[in-house]
């Protein structure tokens, strides 16, 4: 069974940086398209974007779009997520999956998640 364990969350000031690392175990090759999510306190995990195997094609959601850019690593079985100007709306706990266990609501597939709180 494929599994996700995310990191390099943290504590960081508006404006700031971060990356994101989610590291897959299990066969990654067999994931055609991997999102990146996240779920403020209080509000419902929404999709943040996606990268499709190859690392050709990335969505990202209207809230992110410019500042956050997604790549893969299929040799590290790795995909990132890299912040940029981060805004106090960005906080959350920032999740990884495949996406078609998300189409398919799969609950028991979701990792631990990282923490990101952007905080003056």
């Known amino acids: 069974q494929v599994r996700f364990v995310e990191s390099g969350g943290g504590l960081v000031q508006p404006g700031g940086s971060l990356r994101l690392t989610c590291t897959v175990s299990?066969?990654?090759?067999?994931?055609?398209?991997m999102g990146w999510y996240r779920q403020a306190p209080g509000k419902q995990r929404e999709q943040v974007g996606r990268?499709?195997?190859?690392?050709?094609?990335?969505h990202y959601s209207g809230s992110v779009k410019g500042r956050f850019t997604i790549s893969r690593d299929n040799a590290k079985n790795s995909v990132y997520l890299q912040m940029k100007n981060l805004e106090p709306e960005d906080t959350g706990v920032y999740y990884c999956n495949d996406y078609i266990n998300v189409i398919n609501r799969r609950e028991d597939s979701w990792g631990p998640g990282t923490q990101v709180t952007v905080s003056s």
């Open positions: 990268i499709n195997y190859d690392d050709t094609s990335a």
């Open positions: 299990g066969d990654f090759s067999s994931i055609a398209i």
